[in-house]
């Protein structure tokens, strides 16, 4: 450790969680260039204006620099992708890796298409300055295409269900000289079902490597997987005294509103705030379509685009791109796929237009604003019944929310509008009825009764709002 600045001093403090936590003083560390990395790394972090690590980037290169195991959490919007991707290319450069013979170096697995599409765009621009290859391994893409260009890659930026489908089909996959595993958003993989597929990666995994794991909770599952992948870890959490679960720099209020007026309310704020970014998120996929659709037809003022799981790779990619470049006046109706880990540049608001199933959704659906200590707010949507034990739940997790009011002398009603174009276009009456049916099926399957109550719902209202009174007889 010689080569690590005077001022970084070492202390075991205590034990959480079963991993050794340290506490050192990071706080005179204000530029990436007082760390010991390659040229061609600080060159690329300084031309993609990286230039002062964050909290949790001070604090957990000096430990993942080393080449000891990381466990890392920290809030949202707080740069762990650049505290997971500085310490893999230092990796490799120490170890003179190339991409003519070495192979397979790294792997980083992300629960989603778009966290990995994300993870890996920006590993191209930091690490670009270095002679590695790298390869995105995502569902949606061309498998064959895949299978015939992985002999000869560095560094492997994948999902979880993939990166296993190489595994057990290409015979040009080999990963016996692996130096680094990182694992981004434990809890979201397990939390989508990839338990057995992530134990039956890591055990194809040499057991001489460094493994870097980050998850924003530490639940059973996540410290199962990590006794399984990690050895003798240390662990880094910068927040966890933290006042609040949420930056500070971000406002947070919610709002009372009946099922039956949300698109009024929804098609209002759009109206009133043409010049904000704001990322609208709902429950299910065919609401977001639904959404989407009617409102680009009724022609809000601003640039209005949807981003749901089913929606085919490449237009989930173009509409990424899309939002993402927009500076202001945009929105995006988006479900739970755009709620973790993505950075868009820029957000103002995020809008919760229908209640999150959990807390932890909450905070990472609000997490798409205020960034890297930028200010955002956040509006979360209630209905009447789930005011209260959702409020109560927040206020348990030291989320500070306050209520606020509709300005009644800016709420619009768009009800003819909207059962006029839906008759107008028949594919949108059929995007509607699919709405309605999925909207109220979402609710009755959510696990906690005390926030969602299926028979708290006014369907013949509901239904009534846009268009087609017959389809309550289709309810649960």
Known sequence: LAYWPEFIFWSYEAMVGGYPMFQEDTSKLTSFSQLPLSSATLKGL??????????????????????????????????????????????LWRQRWSRNTDGLGALVICPTRELAYQTFHVLNKVGKHHNFSAALLIGGTDVEYEKNRLATVNIVVCTPGRLLQHMDENVNFACEQLQMLVIDEADRILDLGFQKQMNAIVENLPM????????????????????LALKDPVYVSVHENAPQATPEQLQQSYLICVDE????????????????KTLIFVSCCKQARFLTEALCHLRPGTSLMGLWGTMKQSKRLEVFHKFDRKTNSAAMIATDVASRGLDFARVDCVLQLDCPATVDDYIHRVGRTA??????????????NQEQAMVSRLAAKNIPISKISVDQRQMLDIRKKLQSTIAQFPNLKDFAQRSFVAYIRSIYLMANKDVFDVRSIDCKALAEFVFFFLLCLMVI
């Open 46 to 91: 300084e031309e993609n204006n990286f230039t002062k690590p964050t909290e949790i980037q001070r604090d957990s290169l000096q430990y993942s620099l080393t080449g000891v195991d990381v466990v890392g959490a920290a809030k949202t919007g707080s740069g762990k992708t650049l505290a997971l991707l500085i310490p893999l290319l230092e990796c």
């Open 208 to 227: 001489t490597r460094q493994t870097l794991l980050f998850s924003a909770t530490q639940t059973k599952n996540v410290n199962d997987l990590t006794r």
């Open 261 to 276: 007026e949300k698109i009024n309310m929804l098609w209002s704020y759009l109206v009133n705030h043409r010049k904000k």
């Open 371 to 384: 960034r890297m200590d930028a200010r955002g707010e956040g509006i979360l949507v209630l209905t009447p």
